[in-house]
């Protein structure tokens, strides 16, 4: 399993916003599930059948957004 953050530099649609907008999980089938983490805007959790799948609707598709993703080794604690 693989945990990550999606940060994007822009935003051409004006509606996920800049900075970091996603948290995601990348389970060993390769199901990967998101949950848009936007300041001000509702959280939304989506499922896709694979990493690429997300990838390309989200990424791939809006290139000008110069999107990064912050892979996490290792789980935060709430301690």
Do not use: C
């Not at 004006?14 to 089938?29: N, Q």
């Not at 959790?45 to 000008?64: G, K, M, Q, R, W």
């Amino acid at each position: 399993m693989k945990i990550f953050e999606m940060i994007r530099e822009a935003d051409e649609s004006g509606v996920s916003g800049i900075g970091k907008v996603l948290e995601g999980t990348v389970f060993t089938d390769g199901t990967t599930v998101i949950r848009w983490t936007v300041e001000g805007k509702p959280n939304s959790t989506a499922i896709y059948p694979s990493f690429e799948d997300f990838e390309l609707i989200h990424v791939t598709s809006h290139p000008t957004n110069k999107t990064k993703f912050n892979w996490i080794e290792h789980l935060p604690t709430n301690k």
